[in-house]
């Protein structure tokens, strides 16, 4: 089993930057595929990226495409998500999320594929 907690989130302004980190509990974190997503009042939990075990494979949704930028540290237990460019829409909850594989190479898009979540970290961008 993996602990998350997400943090880095806070207020800036628009095309401002912010790093988001995710720390994992555990001694097998090389073991997990990792994700972001993100929920903003009254919407569904949506997709923000996702890197797999070894962080030589990555996805990102269309809307963060090119400003966004997930990574992660493998001797850290930690994940990260580089946010550039921000935007008053990209205003939400940021959740880690993390799921156990047996090999490399992939990544997850739904929510439902992944098994732990971290308690989220609140993100506001003002125009």
């Known amino acids: 089993q993996v602990q998350l907690v997400e943090s880095g989130g806070g207020l800036v302004q628009a095309g401002g930057s912010l790093r988001l980190s995710c720390a994992a509990s555990?001694?097998?974190?090389?073991?997990?595929?990792m994700g972001w997503f993100r929920q903003a009042p009254g919407k569904e939990r949506e997709f923000v990226a996702a890197?797999?075990?070894?962080?030589?494979?990555?996805y990102y949704a269309d809307s963060v495409k090119g400003r966004f930028t997930i990574s992660r540290d493998n001797a850290k237990n930690t994940v990260y998500l580089q946010m550039n460019s921000l935007k008053p829409e990209d205003t939400a909850v940021y959740y880690c999320?993390?799921?156990?594989?047996?090999?490399?190479?992939?990544?997850?898009?739904?929510?439902?594929?992944?098994?732990?979540w971290g308690q989220g970290t609140q993100v506001t961008v003002s125009s």
């Open positions: 999320a993390a799921r156990a594989v047996n090999s490399g190479g992939y990544y997850y898009i739904r929510r439902y594929d992944y098994d732990y």
């Open positions: 555990g001694r097998t974190f090389s073991r997990y595929a």
């Open positions: 890197i797999d075990w070894s962080g030589g494979s990555k």
